[in-house]
Structure formats: structure tokens, C-alpha cells
């Protein structure tokens, strides 16, 4: 039991350490793009499909390496579908912080990237990478079948 709770705190420690990788990526196509006269959300679009990919194959290759996942593709094709609806609240949500409230837009996004990461990872980890833990977390221990 303890194993299990401690490979979960890791894998979303390595969650947060790819997702902490993706902030400058995203943040610093978002300051460059905006600085050099883009609108900042069509910025943060295009911030938004570089980073999810970044992430999903640094994810896929080291946070969830020990899960299977149908192919590589199919992944990917979840993993940016998850990250669409769920960038698509961050993109609203980043409009909001920056047009009525008035919060630079790189904090804003700081913020609203770091608060949408348990999310994700709750998502992605169910759905792109199946766990092989289910049967870990019974507290009860596993009885031999006897030969007959």
C-alpha cells in the first residue's frame, strides 16, 4: 500500500516537473509572439499546441513510461483533445484576468497554468494511460487458487 501511494506522489511529481518544463516554453512564446505585435490570445493559442506536445512526449516517455497506451498517435491525439478544452478554459479564463481584471498577462497565465495541472493530470492519467494499479490498492492480500 505504501509503494502504491508513493509510486502516485511520484508520477505526479514527474507530472509537474514536465508540466514546470512546458510553463517557459509556453510562457516565452507567449511574451515573444505578444511582444512582436500578436494579439496575446492568438499567442497564447499558438503557446498552448506547442507546449501540450512538448509534454505529452516528455510524459509519455518518462511520467507514464511504466503504462501502456494504444499507440503513440492515438496518445498524442487524446492528450491535445484534453488539452484543447482544457486550454480553451484557460484561454477564457486568461481573456478575464487580463480585459476586466486587469492582471499582466504573464502572471495571469502562470497562475491559470499551474491551477489547471491537477486537472489534466487526473485526466490524461485515466484515459491516455491506462493504470495497472487497480488491483494494487486492495488492502485485502491475494489467495492462491488451489490446484484441482
Not at 20 to 43: D, N, Q, W
Not at 89 to 113: E, F, K, N, P, Q
Request: hydrophobic share 50%; glycine share 10%.
Amino acid at each position: 500500500m505504501i509503494q502504491f501511494i508513493m509510486r502516485r506522489f511520484m508520477r505526479l511529481g514527474k507530472f509537474f516537473i514536465v508540466g514546470g518544463l512546458g510553463v517557459p516554453i509556453h510562457l516565452g512564446i507567449l511574451y515573444g509572439l505578444t511582444e512582436a505585435g500578436l494579439f496575446y490570445v492568438a499567442s497564447a493559442a499558438i503557446a498552448v499546441i506547442v507546449s501540450i506536445s512538448c509534454n505529452y512526449f516528455m510524459n509519455h516517455y518518462w511520467t507514464f513510461r511504466d503504462r501502456p497506451t494504444v499507440s503513440l498517435s492515438r496518445g498524442y491525439l487524446k492528450y491535445m483533445f484534453v488539452g484543447c478544452i482544457s486550454d480553451s478554459i484557460y484561454l477564457g479564463l486568461l481573456s478575464v484576468a487580463v480585459s476586466v481584471l486587469h492582471i499582466y498577462y504573464v502572471l495571469a497565465a502562470g497562475c491559470l497554468i499551474i491551477g489547471l495541472g491537477l486537472l489534466r493530470y487526473h485526466i490524461v492519467g485515466r484515459w491516455i494511460w491506462k493504470t495497472k494499479e487497480k488491483s494494487s490498492t486492495s488492502l485485502l492480500p491475494k489467495c492462491q487458487s488451489e490446484k484441482v
